[in-house]
């Protein structure tokens, strides 16, 4: 690892870097339930929910003992509600089989439900301090710059494996947070602003692109942007009619079944192209069920 081009931006980091709510704790709890928000959230609409969820469940033995119902109402708005059944169930996990501690290395935070490689890797490095490395599509971005250059869709092992190989002894919360700020801040999708960027001097990309307009006597070059994957569009999609059947039963009263009747009037009151077919409302409702995310008989549906 070029131990300048650590200190350039971890020196730029601690200048520039946003001053998070997460990035002040060293607790595994609270970085786990930061880090299950993010996904796919952006910072400003998670913050306040942030503080909220951790003013209701402080700690990862309230979060396992909450009713699962409670969790999957409180996140509501954050998208993707699976990610709140398996934050419990991961609570849960550390409560039954660690005794309420968090594991300290990658391999075994990986077991615990819904915990992946990069949300491990987080964990380890910004609550233990461990030096490792993972790969977010902001992280990602800037390694694919920086030792690659050219863009492509990646293979994703070998850029988890310069992740790793990268992380400068003894600095990885330092280095993993500031790579993945000067993704988010300066080396971004469509726009970066390699001009301000601390480490454009030795990035790959950079020169390259810097490069073309002399070798093929053309002005400049435009920027490739990193392949990073599309969400399909939200609207009318499965996904969404999944968040439209847990709006309804968060709106019912507490252990109240919500008939499949009432559910498709109601999806249809939302949304005009909703299907009506009945068998197909029930396999959606199915399926939230095998997810955790509510409980169905024939007479409908509640939340857990």
Sequence with gaps: MNTDLADRLIDWFGQHGRDLPWRRSRDPYAIMVAEVMLQQTQVDRVVPRYHAFLTMWPDVAALAAAPTAEVIRFWSGLGYNRRAVNLQRAAQQVVAEHGGTFPRDVARLRQLPGVGAYTAGAIACFAFEADVGFVDTNIRRVLVRQWLG??????????????????????????????????????TARAPACQRCPIAASCVEYAQRRAAPALAGLGAAPHRVVAERRSEPFAGSRRYYRGRVLDILRAAPPDTIVSYDILAQQLAATAAAAPTDAGWLQQLVADLARDGLLVADDRGARLP
Aim: proline content about 3%; charged content about 15%.
């Design 150 to 187: 050219e863009i492509t869709g990646g293979d994703a092992a070998a850029i988890q494996q310069l992740a790793e190989r990268v992380v400068p002894a003894g600095r990885g919360w330092w280095w993993n947070q500031a790579i993945m700020e000067l993704g988010a801040l300066i080396c």
